[in-house]
């Protein structure tokens, strides 16, 4: 699973010193402050909570961050269940072992650690899916594989004013193994970011897109 989880800080080449500063509050304080004018944020007060991805692999996604948002501790069993695919590749990688291979930085601690967080986290409200938090798609291999697409996407929204706090993209063959390597989040640096913003209570909105690439899915993933 190829993670490229991301905070808007990654165009500061291309941003004035001021839009620097206003961008890096997202890294350091994980919101825009109360005097920042240079985000808006957009976002409709009301959205069709019926409303949720068209596609299969990005509706099992907001479907299980959403269950996962109301329930914190009843996922508890799923990741202990999941932990017994850790293994110790021969190269002497720790790897996921399920469908597919994955390799992971920690292994045993950081699922430990994601098993801890839910035990701490109280119930909140799920997110609403919303139309313009949603990445268009690519259209071609090139693009999908880019790292640079989706910052640029971004780039986009908050230049419209939407106020984004997290995004990523995975690609991945097994959605469940997606979601639970999410919830984990056993990315080095940014280990556990992903985690934090899905259940962070003052988050609202997300969009989710995928696309098949050969026999695997680039999923997208915005949070505001």
Known sequence: MGCQCQKPDFLNNELT??????????????HYSSHNNYILNKSPNYLDPNVTPSDDFSKYIFTKINSLRENPQSFIPEIQKAKKNIHLDKSGIIIYKSIVKVALYKGDSA????????????PMKKLIYNPDFVIDLPK??????????????????IENGFDIKSFWKDIVKDKETSFILTVVDDSGKSAGNKRRDILNKNNKYIGISSIKIGKSFACYVVIG
Not at 111 to 122: Q, R
Not at 140 to 157: P, R, T
């Open 17 to 30: 010193a001021e839009e620097k500063t206003q961008i890096k509050n997202i890294e350091t304080d994980n």
């Open 111 to 122: 699922f430990d650690e994601a098993i801890e967080f839910l035990k701490k986290t109280e």
């Open 140 to 157: 071609n291999e090139k693009d999908i594989i880019s790292g640079d697409y989706l910052g640029n996407q971004i780039k986009i929204k």
